[in-house]
């Protein structure tokens, strides 16, 4: 029989161990996101695997593996250098944490939360989905005068006509609902009777805008959609959190570690500010562009500047908008479309406010990016941009101020369809532009037929042309307008071909002489994007005092065919050396989605 002393020395050990269970317990309760497995701790951790590539491009050869110290890589190394240490090496091959340069993330927050119309070709299909939507659990309340029932994703071009209030009207299910769905470019809404009816009478046309009105009323474009948005019942902040907490989840799944916010609005950013210091939720690192409450305005009492030491939310730059989407035929074009020869285009803003806004907001010493697509769109970006730039360093000669743009970062987001003499014009300056490759396999449906063979030849989709110029491109997806995936946009770069259809391996892609080698595609998605954000020490790669940012996949990248990169499935994801993703499936099977699912701790409390 034990000594009394024995007995309470084993009791005293059970009570620390029940202790340390019910320790870990309510920390995974308080911190619902946290993984159980984190490098985020003072002691360094050592992780090796198959492969480790630290960079896109010039990696550090032969390495695999990396130690992890409070959040932060301390050192890359090869385990056979390691000697008198013993490592176990992990499945999988490591590439640094993948970045969209332009996405909305709020808007894909929604847009998971709503009526997803993307794909769809007739308007019995749309009636269809929003009814879907609308019987989900949850959607209860949906399309009543206080909750409208939203989706996004039509396109006039697959459906053959322009939509039209009173075709959601036909459906009894939708009949007197109040119903708000974008257009797939986020450019036009298409609304429902009741919305209609609580606009005035003899509605006037606004400038940089447009009311479709025939073959009758119900979609709004560019800045006519204020109309409709300043009588929308916009999402309180515990919505807009749900919105928040689905999207991160979300782009964890495909290895997004981070994202520019292309436009948040400044209520919004006091949000991310709120959100993003005490919840362990927010696990996805952003860089967000703010845009005034009123499009394209200066409204510097709410400029913020924000740099979170753990780097989860930077702000210190702007977005403005200089003209419309080329879909609609809103891009502000030089010359008329070739397909509508009564349009060229709509600007958002003319010339002059636009160079203006750009010195206010550079003036700041904020980063300023400029939505741009159609080619006069691009050329008074430019020319804003330049006067700027002349400003912010006035003793610079003009041949000078490609060293003044170091320092700025002045950017243009899309960069589209850019006229030969600007795009030299870009390149003299050094201004970054900032792509999403799946637009180009998106468009190529249509765009030769909007701009004509020569336009589209010589100005359309450039991204060759911009790195053979030394320019370093920021790559991304403009999410929800397109799949946040980065595999789809690193296929649509390299291949020129729609990630959707994909290819034989003998076709030739849309206009292949702009596409890209895997390694610059990647490097647009990783250093490119830092760079663009001003994170190139912090994000990007794989080294010492970096964010421990990190991907997982089955097989090496370089090992892949051009046609599988846009099916490559990532087997983790790591934030600040914390795993915020696994795939639950382990054994691939790609064709069941369902068992792709981010790994949360309340989904494993089970387990302890």
């Not at 996004?152 to 053959?160: F, K, P, T």
């Not at 948005?229 to 749900?242: E, G, H, I, S, V």
């Amino acid at each position: 029989m034990a000594s009394p002393s024995a007995m309470w020395i084993q009791w005293g050990l059970r009570l620390s161990l029940v202790a340390a269970v019910i320790a870990v317990v309510l920390r995974i309760q308080q911190n619902p996101l946290v993984d159980l497995e984190s490098g985020d701790s003072a002691v360094e951790e050592t992780y090796c695997y198959q492969g480790v590539r630290t960079a896109a491009l010039d990696p550090e050869e032969g390495v695999n593996c990396f130690g992890v110290k409070s959040g932060k890589f301390t050192r890359v190394f090869r385990e056979s250098d390691d000697e008198g240490h013993a490592h176990t090496v992990r499945p999988g091959y490591v590439l640094p944490g993948i970045w969209d340069g332009h996405g909305h993330l709020l808007g894909y927050g929604e847009f998971l939360h709503s009526a997803d119309l993307f794909g769809s070709a007739t308007f019995d299909e749309i009636r269809e989905r929003v009814v879907r939507y609308l019987e989900r659990d949850g959607n209860e309340e949906a399309g009543g005068r206080d909750n409208w029932a939203r989706g996004i994703g039509w396109d006039q071009m697959a459906l053959g006509a322009m939509p039209t209030a009173d075709m959601l009207e036909l459906d009894p299910r939708l009949a007197g609902r109040f119903i708000m769905l974008d257009r797939v470019d986020v450019h036009c809404t298409w609304v429902s009777q009741a919305i209609l009816d609580l606009l005035p009478a003899g509605l006037p046309d606004i400038p940089g805008g447009e009311i479709i009105r025939n073959p009758g009323m119900g979609v709004f474009c560019d800045n006519a959609m204020d109309y409709i948005t300043a009588l929308w019942p916009k999402p309180d902040a515990a919505r807009k959190k749900t919105f928040l907490r689905s999207a991160m989840r979300e782009l964890h799944k495909v290895g997004l570690v981070g994202m520019h916010d292309a436009g948040v609005f400044p209520e919004d950013i006091k949000l991310y500010n709120e959100l993003s210091k005490g919840g362990d939720w927010w696990t996805l690192r952003v860089y967000a562009m703010m845009e005034c409450a009123e499009r394209n305005t200066f409204c510097p009492e709410d400029a913020a500047r924000i740099e979170h030491k753990d780097g989860l939310l930077v702000v210190r730059s702007v977005k403005l908008f200089a003209d419309g989407a080329l879909g609609s035929w809103g891009s502000a074009m030089i010359e008329p479309y070739s397909d509508k020869p009564s349009t060229s285009g709509s600007l958002l803003v003319n010339a002059s406010t636009l160079t203006t806004l750009t010195r206010q907001w550079a003036s700041l010493g904020l980063q300023v990016n400029i939505h741009a697509i159609g080619d006069l769109a691009n050329r008074y970006a430019i020319d804003a941009i330049s006067a700027a730039l002349a400003d912010r360093c006035p003793d610079f000669v003009p041949d000078r101020l490609k060293e003044c743009q170091d320092s700025h970062r002045f950017r243009i987001e899309h960069s589209q369809i850019i006229h030969p003499t600007d795009q030299q014009r870009i390149q003299n300056l050094g201004i970054i532009p900032s792509i999403q490759p799946t637009h180009a396999t998106s468009d190529m449906a249509y765009a030769e037929r909007r701009l004509g063979s020569e336009r589209t030849a010589t100005e359309a989709y450039r991204m060759r042309t911009f790195v053979d110029m030394g320019l370093p491109l920021v790559l991304g997806s403009d999410f929800p307008v397109e799949p946040p995936n980065p595999w789809e946009g690193l296929y649509a770069a390299v291949a020129r071909k729609s990630p959707r259809t994909g290819g034989s391996k003998g076709e030739r892609g849309w206009y292949e002489e702009e596409s890209l080698g895997i390694w610059q595609a990647l490097e647009g998605f990783t250093g490119g994007a830092a760079r663009g954000g001003f994170m190139e020490g912090k994000a990007g790669r794989i080294g010492a005092d970096r964010w421990a940012d990190w991907i997982v996949l089955d097989e090496a990248l370089d090992g892949l065919q051009t046609e599988e990169l846009g099916r490559v499935k990532v087997r983790e994801t790591w934030v600040g050396g914390q795993r915020v993703y696994q795939r639950r499936d382990d054994d691939d099977d790609d064709d069941d989605d369902d068992d792709d699912e981010a790994v949360e701790i309340e989904e494993r409390r089970e387990e302890l």
